[in-house]
Structures are given as C-alpha cells and as structure tokens.
C-alpha cells in the first residue's frame, strides 16, 4: 500500500514503529525509514501518547541503559515533527469507552483513544486487533 502524504497529515504511532526505527528491525526497518523520510520530508506530524514513551523506554531502563533512556525522550519531546500527549480527562473518557465496546487492554485503549481525540488521519502499528475500529484509518507496517 503506497501511502501518499500532506502536511496538513497527522500520523498516531504505536509503540512498535518507534521500536523498529531505533532498533532497526531487519524487516520492518526499511518500511518505517522510508515512512519517516516522507514524514520528514512533507512535514507532516507523528503523534504518540505516553504510553509508547513508556513502553519504548521501560526495557532499556530495566537494563541500566539510562543514556538510551534519555536519548529516546530527547527524541520524542524534541523532535519538530513529534507531538507527545499525555493523558487527561477526554483521552480517559474515550479509551473507556473503546474498552467497553471493544475490550483492548488499558494501554491499548489509551492509544488508540489518543489518536482519536488527537485526530489523527492515519494510525500506525502492527497490531491487527486495532483494525477493528471502523472510525480510524489504520495501517499495519506489513502493508506499507
């Protein structure tokens, strides 16, 4: 799937695409590379929630790695075309209700409510379970 882009477009980014970018992931590196360069290079804007911060720096942090820690939130609170919301009162309320309806688990739900409330024209992930919500536009890595 070619995915053509504005600058006017808003991307959510699960945790897993920030994941294969910094680990350069044999597989799925050279799709989301060539994903940030056009990002990059229409400047359109990535957002994430607190969640992939938190789970892209928990694993380093468990291993002491706390220069790695601190270069992925250098990257996610200082890059111009990254936004990093936190949760609040509306993004809770949403992510309530995709867990009634859908059943995703909190960190799911808070994610996808992100992108939701963000607006976000595409959602990016490679998490199939996610394609069950008919209101956003998501785009598993496999198929970029």
Avoid at 52 to 63: G, K, V
Wanted: aromatic share 12%.
């Amino acid at each position: 799937m070619g995915l053509i882009l504005k600058s006017t477009d808003m991307l959510f980014f699960d945790t897993s695409p920030f994941i294969y970018f910094f680990e350069k992931h044999p597989d799925f590196y050279p799709k989301i590379s060539a994903l940030f360069d056009q990002i990059y290079d229409c400047n359109a804007q990535i957002v994430t929630s607190i969640i992939s911060y938190i789970e892209l720096t928990t694993h380093p942090a468990r291993l002491g790695k706390h220069d790695l820690v601190n270069k992925y939130r250098d990257y996610m609170t200082h890059s111009e075309n990254i936004s990093l919301f936190p949760l609040d009162i509306s993004i809770a309320d949403t992510a309530v209700q995709l867990r009634a309806k859908y059943n995703f688990k909190t960190p799911d739900a808070i994610q996808l409510a992100t992108a939701i409330r963000c607006g976000a024209d595409y959602v990016i992930t490679n998490d199939k379970e996610w394609t069950r919500i008919d209101s956003l536009k998501i785009l598993l890595l496999n198929d970029l």
